[in-house]
């Protein structure tokens, strides 16, 4: 069942691959003048910003570039691979921006345990 489903929806979006993308005249501003991302993005990555104010690093392995982060105060763990640009909310995958614990590894102030 799930197969059959798949292979439809492979179908219906078969034509759509090979459509070209049109940026909106907005966009093709913003790119002229120098931003790279659009309001939208800019707006997600600064709230992300704040988010990972009460976010804590744990562990990270540089090697394979994997960590995982606490959120505080409710101490869920999570677990962020910035090579296969994964993270254990789903956010990172889905919206293809940093999320908060991406963003907190970058900005990273806290101590690092290898």
């Known amino acids: 069942m799930t197969t059959n489903l798949v292979e439809c ?3 219906v979006l078969k034509g759509a ?8 005249a907005e966009a093709h501003d913003r790119n002229r003048v ?17 988010c ?3 976010i804590v690093v744990h562990r ?8 995982k982060v606490c959120e505080m105060p409710n101490g869920k763990v999570l677990a962020v691979d910035l090579a296969r640009r994964t993270c254990d909310c789903g956010h990172f995958l ?7 614990h991406v963003i907190k590894r970058s900005f990273q102030i806290d101590p690092i345990f290898e």
Do not use: H, W, Y
Not at 17 to 24: E, F, G, H, I, T
Not at 94 to 100: A, I, K, N, Q, T
């Open 34 to 50: 120098g931003f790279t991302f659009s309001i939208f993005a800019q707006q997600r990555i600064k709230a992300n910003m704040q």
């Open 17 to 24: 691959r090979n459509l070209s993308v049109l940026k909106s």
């Open 94 to 100: 889905v919206e293809r921006l940093p999320c908060c």
């Open 52 to 54: 990972a104010r009460s």
């Open 60 to 67: 990270f392995d540089r090697r394979n570039e994997v960590f």
């Open 9 to 11: 929806v492979n179908s």
